[in-house]
């Protein structure tokens, strides 16, 4: 299979992210969009600094600075989340797909290659194979960072797709329990919205069975009035807007 894929490997705390860029799915997609290319063409120049080696490694690497995989829901009782979780698909702020969709699909497909391996198939080669295999797919372990005077911000985004107009900011959540790590993918979406000015976007966490699509926005909205309802204080993302 021909496809035209550039790397970048970097080590931060001394974990290894190896930044891949499907330059030939970007192109093709690009090639499909009648509108807001300027908001593509800086993703690429992100894309490009990032394969030059163009990011503060000193940030990433800094154990001072917060990271936003560690923005999580905390100290709310299951039945509660639960319950939130339900009302949210509901009211359709949150799409829930089933294991028939692309991504799950996607995912069970590596699954079923490591049957009898006594081992069950990691982030690398699930995102590979989609990043590979799946068109809409343009990047993965994309970092993302924020240096604006007092605030600093370091993440690693899982994949990145290009739907219609539409980029889609996206984490691979195995064990499923999206809502807990919502915080982490939604200020994904928001700092590529900020940083890269990039206008329309959407969030996805996904596993082998289920994925569950929404706005970014929905941290600032009915996640911010969840926890305002139920009087919980913790929630390190909201002092970076």
Known sequence: MK????????????????FNWN???????????????????????????????KIPNDLFNSRNIPRISQFKLRGIKTTYLEF????????????ELNSQSKLPMRAQKVFDTFIGRNKKPGHNPILKNILI???????????????????????HIDLIQIEGNTLKVIDYKPEGKFMISL????MYGLLV???????NIKC??????????????????????????NNLKEREWERFF
């Open 3 to 18: 496809y035209d894929l550039i790397k970048k490997t970097f080590v931060h705390q001394n974990i290894p992210y190896s």
């Open 23 to 53: 330059k030939e799915h970007y192109f093709q997609k690009i090639n499909q969009i009648n509108s807001n290319k300027e908001d593509f063409e800086r993703l690429k120049g992100h894309f490009e600094e990032v394969y030059e080696g």
């Open 84 to 95: 939130f979780k339900k009302k949210l698909i509901r009211t359709g702020k949150i799409i």
């Open 133 to 155: 295999k799946d068109p809409d797919s343009i990047a993965i372990e994309v970092p993302i960072w924020k240096e604006d005077n007092d605030t600093r911000l370091t993440g």
């Open 183 to 186: 915080p982490q993918v939604a």
């Open 193 to 199: 919205k900020n940083v890269l000015e990039i206008s």
């Open 204 to 229: 996805i966490s996904f596993n082998k069975e289920k994925a569950w699509e929404y706005d970014p926005l929905i941290l600032l909205t009915d996640i911010k009035a969840f926890l305002d309802s």
